[in-house]
């Protein structure tokens, strides 16, 4: 049974400036968010991730197109919507003379609830290690960011909205991280997170979008991704390298980026291995290691110049 | 509205309501110990009278006779002063209805709560005017303990009344600069703009006021500083218009912010 669509975005397009100088931040973006998946958007700085976000949130206007949070428009329902929406910015303010309690109460009590809220924002803290008794000034980015994930998160939201939610998160918190957004993801809870952090996404999302250029290159899931159709391919021989090997292989359509390092040779290989057992059946092969393209080579196929993964 | 931002910037603000009405109240005081002794007025006015009409008018009096009344000597020296100072807390005060936190990137997460744009600036703009007045207050009521103090013989509604009229001006300072500062973004150029804005209005009033003809009158006119009616209310010519005049263009100062916060993009 197909999932309802919580975030709904139509042909979003965002520039900045005016006349010669208008830079298009984002172009013609369509893509749909399910309840009770993470997503990531994946991209480099200035890809147009947080551009998409900060339209989301109402913080900043489409130049054109729309979209709907929960079946709402983001602008007439900026409100509502907010009221079920969970937000860690990118890079976060906050006063820096107040402490992190009396930010969470303010917060609190903005959304409402704001007993049930601070209960649920102590347990959040106390999971995190976070000291709320502190001012913002005297905690470190990687605590500020802590406090910032207990702001998104105490409100029990159905939306998380998060801008490179690990960023200066010690590898122990994001692994509590990665917990949390997997008991979030159990309850029929939805987050779309940006993030340049390949191995995260691969860890926790179960679709990504990959943006280059304020453009989309692809949306697939995960696991899709994972199975894109080439591999890396180790040939290590007993003996030296058959004479002509490396000129054959060079030569096949199916095979690129090929490396001869002594008796080794490596490669990436497009479609069936057949092909390629031929090949190198004049030697004696010692060992034979097929590696899975990590998410960091697809993105990298994706972003090379002329060429998309297949 | 739910007055939790409103509350909000009380609890964050209510200290310059101490600051700046302990600072104001002890100039106020301090000109009430002044006006205890009949002999340093009478001096004082005696000096200003052989003095020009334009220098007169840099001290904050109109004229000689106002001065030699303890009441309109305070009036004529003490809210002219307290007006110049309370401009620059509403400097501030305009600045802090959401230039500072945008330009600190703390907007971002303010608007990403349940609360609309229009409530959020209408709040924050009651909360500064709500601190505004509290300081206004406490400067009254120190510069009053002053009179009482010093045993000043002086007519102390006219000069309560005189001191509280200083808030419409000091509302129209804050309401500009807020304004300016959704319009230009840049937080010094706003400041810049708001500073020229009173140190402006000083001057046409200060020109207008010594000076006479069209040009004069014109440049009177367009000071906000002369709409503020301290001397007048000394001696009872007070123009209830002059006041709404003022109170007017807030509001319409007021409502072109609201619009502009509620269309902009936020911490571009």
């Known amino acids: ?310 | 509205m739910t007055g939790i931002v409103f509350a909000n910037t009380l609890r964050t603000s209510w200290k310059q309501i101490l600051y700046w009405g302990l600072g104001l109240g002890l100039l106020g005081f301090y000109i009430a110990f002044i006006a205890s002794s009949s002999d340093i007025i009478q001096g004082y006015a005696d000096l200003l009278a052989s003095m020009p009409p334009a220098l007169l008018q840099a001290f904050g009096a109109s004229s000689v006779e106002i001065l030699r009344s303890s009441e309109g000597w305070i009036v004529s020296v003490f809210v002219s002063e307290a007006a110049i100072f309370l401009s620059v807390f509403a400097v501030m005060a305009g600045m802090n209805i959401t230039a500072n936190d945008e330009q600190a990137g703390i907007m971002d997460v303010v608007m990403s709560l349940p609360i609309s744009r229009s409530s959020y600036i209408l709040e924050r703009w009651i909360g500064y005017a709500a601190i505004g007045l509290g300081i206004l207050l406490l400067c009254a009521a120190i510069t009053l303990f002053g009179l009482v103090l010093f045993g000043v013989d002086a007519q102390m509604d006219l000069v309560f009344i005189s001191i509280l009229n200083l808030y419409p001006g000091a509302l129209l300072v804050m309401t500009v600069t807020g304004l300016l500062a959704l319009i230009v973004r840049r937080r010094a150029l706003a400041i810049g703009l708001s500073a020229a804005f009173v140190v402006a209005s000083y001057v046409f009033n200060l020109i207008g006021g010594a000076a006479s003809g069209a040009i004069a009158d014109l440049m009177q006119g367009l000071s906000f500083f002369s709409y503020t009616q301290g001397e007048e209310i000394v001696l009872g010519n007070y123009d209830p218009a002059s006041t709404l005049l003022l109170l007017l263009v807030v509001l319409v100062g007021f409502a072109l912010s609201v619009r502009m916060f509620i269309s902009r993009d936020i911490g571009v």
């Open chain 1, 1 to 310: 049974m197909a999932s309802a669509t919580v975030i709904e975005i139509r042909g979003l397009s965002k520039s900045y400036g005016s006349g010669t100088k208008q830079t298009a931040a984002l172009r013609n973006l369509n893509l749909s968010v399910h309840q009770g998946e993470i997503f990531g958007y994946l991209g480099p700085n200035g890809a147009g991730k947080t551009t998409t976000i900060r339209m989301l949130l109402d913080l900043i206007r489409p130049s054109s197109g729309s979209a709907s949070i929960f079946g709402m428009d983001i602008r007439d329902h900026s409100v509502e919507i907010h009221r079920r929406v969970g937000f860690l910015p990118g890079e976060l303010s906050l006063w820096e003379g107040r402490s992190g309690q009396q930010i969470i109460h303010y917060v609190a009590s903005v959304h409402g609830d704001s007993k049930g809220i601070t209960k649920q924002a102590d347990e959040l803290a106390k999971r995190l290690q976070l000291d709320t008794s502190k001012r913002v000034r005297d905690l470190s980015s990687g605590n500020k960011r802590k406090l910032g994930l207990v702001l998104a998160m105490m409100h029990s939201p159905d939306l998380l909205i998060l801008d490179e939610p690990t960023n200066g998160l010690d590898p122990l918190v994001q692994q509590t991280f990665h917990e949390m957004m997997d008991e979030f993801r159990d309850k029929g809870k939805t987050v779309f997170l940006s993030s340049h952090i390949l191995s995260e996404v691969q860890a926790i999302c179960d679709r990504a979008g990959i943006l280059r250029d304020g453009d989309l290159k692809a949306v697939e899931s995960i696991e899709k991704l994972m199975n894109v159709e080439f591999h890396w391919v180790d040939v290590q021989f007993r003996d030296a390298v058959p004479e002509g090997l490396a000129r054959q292989l060079q030569q096949s359509s199916e095979i690129s980026d090929v490396a001869v390092n002594g008796s080794r040779v490596k490669m990436r290989l497009v479609g069936d291995f057949d092909p390629l057992l031929r090949m190198i059946s004049d030697g004696y092969v010692k060992d034979l290691r097929v590696e899975e393209p990590s998410l960091e080579d697809i993105f990298l196929a994706y972003y090379s110049d002329g060429r998309e993964a297949r």
